[in-house]
């Protein structure tokens, strides 16, 4: 099937028609869609296809218990209203690579694994990568198992409700033991490559990343009769915590967003009981991240003294700093010719795996820069040639 075909038959998966968003949450009815159209498309061209204990779904031309697989792919969820390039790009790519060196005749020497990793975007379970956490042991799979969605519904009874067992979740020496090399095509989630008049571009680092949680808690009460100076209001703690998050990032160079937040009772003519909101921060060094959020918690904890409000922050995951395998990234930039070397800002698999084996990225353009967001895009162009390079890539390592 031609990259376009594909791309189309997955288009209309988990669309959420009011904003041009998708919505496809792990192991929700449009995120299953998703995997089963991952193993048709497997199956489609003979590839064995298996989800392994943690979710991953992986299709392998060849047999893998060979080792030293050459594997590429990302991710098939969604953000909240997230574009459509974010995580199918790579997976697509990783489908379309293959037919490639098929039609040239290629055979190749190592086998070549195809992966979709689950829950990259921890928009359902809140922790991002939590597929490729897993299978690394970079998560107890306890505190995995006991992560609930907004629901309430954990993630062991969302993985027991797609057939999956959940007591098997955790690190995946097997699997890790068939994997050589993974290398994850996305798309650019910035305006570097249009720019550089680039279509592709080689990964070099990831920028440190975490998400934390601000508990603000006060004391409901009647908006109409209760005296500005008898408030304990954690609304105002909160709002002024997002002025210090952008003030304290921006002077330091780091980026930090309040992008999620949840408002008890949520009634207009009631001053709230509790805010929770969710910081995320990022930095090109963990040093200056580390200091953006300690300075942060200061300041929030000054402000909450002031409002007679209390605050509790919790870290709920981090990332630190990846630099991408150098000599495999190198490696790509001399195949590829003269393309640029980015680091981003933005988490992926490929660097919670870089833990365990080399990994590298390829960039595919994107000229509005958006990510995150229905307006995300990339050239039909573009995504092929991005292909053309997977392709390029997978058979010189599988060689
Ligand atoms: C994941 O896409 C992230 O960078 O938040
Ligand atoms: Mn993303
Ligand atoms: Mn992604
Ligand atoms: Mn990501």
Redesign the pocket.
């Known amino acids: 099937m031609l990259f376009e075909e594909m791309w189309r038959e997955l288009a209309p998966v988990g669309r959420f028609d009011a904003t041009g968003g998708y919505r496809r949450y792990s192991y929700t009815p449009a995120e299953l869609e998703c995997r089963a159209w991952f193993t048709a498309q497997a199956t489609s061209r003979g590839l064995t296809v298996e989800a392994d204990a943690n979710g991953n779904l992986w299709a392998w031309w060849g047999d893998p218990d060979e080792g030293n697989a050459v594997v590429t792919g990302s ?1 098939l969820d ?2 909240p209203d ?1 574009g459509a390039f ?2 199918p790009l790579g997976v697509v790519s990783a489908f379309a690579a293959v037919d490639l060196l098929r039609a040239s005749g290629f055979t190749p020497a190592k086998p070549i694994g195809v992966a979709a990793f689950v829950e ?2 921890g928009a359902r379970f809140g922790i ?1 990568c939590l597929g490729s956490r897993l299978l690394t042991g970079a998560i107890d799979p306890a505190k995995a198992r006991a992560l609930t969605d907004e629901h309430g519904v954990s993630l062991a009874d969302a993985m027991a409700g797609a057939g999956l067992d959940p007591a098997a979740i955790g690190r995946d020496q097997r699997l890790l033991d068939r994997v050589g090399v993974y290398v994850e095509l996305h798309i650019e ?1 910035g305006r570097a490559q249009i720019d550089l008049d680039a279509p592709v571009a080689v990964g070099s680092a990831i920028w440190p990343h975490g998400r934390w949680r601000f508990d603000f808690e006060g004391e409901a009460n009647h908006a109409g009769t209760t005296r500005i100076e008898d408030r304990v209001d954690p609304m105002l703690t909160y709002a002024n915590t997002v002025l210090a998050a952008r003030k304290k990032a921006r002077v330091a160079g780091a980026l930090a967003t309040v992008g999620k937040v949840h408002c008890e009772p949520n009634g207009t003519n009631a001053i709230p009981s509790r805010v929770r909101a969710w910081i995320d921060a990022r930095a090109s060094t963990e040093d200056t991240l580390g200091a953006v959020l300690a300075d942060l918690e200061k300041a929030t904890h000054e402000r909450a003294d002031r409002d007679g409000t209390r605050v509790t922050v919790t870290r709920e995951s981090y990332s630190a700093e990846v630099a991408f395998d150098a000599a495999l990234r190198d490696n790509l930039g001399a195949l590829l010719g003269d393309v640029p070397v980015l680091a981003t800002g ?3 698999d490929a660097g919670v795996l870089a833990s365990s084996l080399p990994t590298a990225m390829l960039f595919v353009r994107n000229p509005t820069g958006v ?2 967001a229905p307006g995300e895009f990339a050239e039909m162009t573009d995504c092929l040639v991005g292909a053309e390079a997977l392709a390029t890539v997978l058979r010189k390592l599988a060689a």
Do not use: C, K, P
């Open positions: 991710h969604s953000v997230g974010d995580g990259e975007e991002a989630q933005a988490g992926h990510s995150h």
